[in-house]
């Protein structure tokens, strides 16, 4: 895996390396902090610099390619993902 790119303060966070898409780069985390488990993709240092979504779209919706790399990448990891 990949360096991170961007600061990240959340340790319930597991980091699945960096991923480029639309000459941005950005670093992937699964987070399963609670009882749902979170996509992350953060672009930047600041706390708002990320786009997230609930892993639930993967199983029940459409969702942006950035998350189907972190799904991908979960899954290839052994990281169960929750969907509810």
């Known amino acids: 895996m990949s360096d991170k790119h961007w600061k990240h303060d959340c340790d ?12 941005r780069m950005y670093d992937l985390y699964v987070c399963t902090n609670d009882n749902e488990t979170e996509l992350v993709a953060r672009f930047g240092d ?22 189907l790399e972190i799904g991908k990448r979960a899954r290839k990891s052994g990281i169960e993902m929750r969907p509810f």
């Open 46 to 67: 600041d706390g708002g610099d990320y786009r997230s979504s609930s892993a639930y779209y993967l199983f029940h919706g459409k969702v942006a390619p950035i998350y």
């Open 12 to 23: 319930a966070c597991v980091h699945l390396g960096s991923h480029e898409e639309d000459e």
